[in-house]
């Protein structure tokens, strides 16, 4: 059992798609396993608290002053750039964080913690439609 | 097949439970899947080595300096600060490692290398109850 | 369905092995997912960008700066020195990139995007032979 989900970005930082998920697995009643992939090298899958938003601009934050754009003197080291100077530190953070989750289902329920939402973390400046694969297995 | 492992944690570290995770997944004589996934933003689970426990501190120190506590002058910059010092950094930390895992069974045997060892990494100073649903499949 | 895959490594970088990947699961006409796990704690496996080899090297020389050898001032405080100055490190990035990756398969095809390739990302500078297992389920 497959699906796509298509999520749109405008700019760096996390968008959420917690409920396209669970609506989709809701109603197979098995245990199983339910895999995400994001097929793209600059944007990555996050699960993150959904409480506080500013745990979410906290992240976005903190990773582009751990991995600043190329225009900044610490990452001249670079020789990527001709894509842009955000192309090469959306590389490195695809490095960093998981192109792919595996969350095991309940009872047709995602075993996720209270507190836990799935997120796309988007790495590039310019807006992008990012495809995410779906499987469920038993 | 599923079940939920419990791991008491008394403040930042490595704490391993490869031995809960072989004992379950013993007996089952077929190939498949292992897969474990942590129900919190705040921890992360890490396959390491299991021979020199100082790996281990030194894993902890190294990810203490990378991502400090809030009260360091260079993580002024946060602003999810009111549950403590070391809960947004801890945040961070579960961005940068894995929430979930999938290890392969082969014939009944998890697929871990010789010095491989399953373990929680927690991020928090106060002791917390943290769950782990592991789910095997064919 | 099960297989080991040996990838010789000379020296810190990234090695490619989508082909041997997709040559063994071409010919499945299912869907499925694809597991895969490196039995080793210091080198990763990653999905990144197959179009320009800078990436990579950039990718390489990033992940050599953020965790220096143990040579480093910075990294005094490290106590896990005697297997060589490139040997804590590597477990550090080990931490922080993907020991297992799981990747749909569609209509028996890997669901990777356009630009993706399976890579290993080798973190110790002595030449190795690494192991990965590749699991194939429905």
Same mark, same amino acid.
């Given at each position: 059992?497959?699906? %796509?989900? @298509?999520?749109? +970005?405008?700019?760096?930082?996390?968008?959420?798609?917690?409920?396209? *998920?669970?609506?989709? #697995?809701?109603?197979?009643?098995? &245990?199983? #396993?339910?895999?995400?992939?994001?097929?793209? @090298?600059?944007?990555?899958?996050?699960?993150?608290? &959904?409480?506080?938003?500013?745990?979410?601009?906290?992240?976005?934050? !903190? !990773?582009?002053?751990?991995?600043?754009? @190329?225009?900044? =003197? +610490?990452?001249? !080291?670079? +020789? $990527?750039?001709?894509?842009?100077? %955000? %192309?090469?530190?959306? /590389?490195?953070?695809?490095?960093?964080?998981?192109?792919?989750?595996?969350?095991? *289902?309940? %009872?047709?329920?995602?075993?996720?913690?209270?507190?836990?939402?799935?997120?796309? !973390?988007?790495?590039? &400046?310019? =807006? $992008?439609?990012?495809? #995410?694969?779906? /499987?469920?297995?038993?």
């Amino acid at each position: 059992m497959q699906i %796509d989900f @298509t999520i749109s +970005t405008s700019g760096q930082g996390l968008y959420e798609f917690t409920r396209d *998920v669970t609506r989709w #697995v809701h109603g197979n009643r098995d &245990n199983g #396993v339910l895999t995400l992939f994001v097929r793209h @090298t600059s944007c990555s899958l996050l699960i993150q608290e &959904n409480a506080d938003p500013e745990v979410q601009s906290d992240l976005r934050n !903190f !990773f582009h002053r751990l991995v600043p754009p @190329t225009t900044d =003197p +610490t990452m001249s !080291f670079l +020789t $990527h750039t001709y894509e842009g100077p %955000d %192309d090469m530190p959306a /590389h490195i953070k695809a490095a960093m964080m998981p192109v792919s989750l595996a969350i095991p *289902v309940t %009872d047709g329920r995602l075993a996720l913690g209270t507190w836990q939402g799935i997120y796309l !973390f988007e790495h590039r &400046n310019a =807006p $992008h439609s990012r495809h #995410v694969v779906a /499987h469920l297995s038993r």
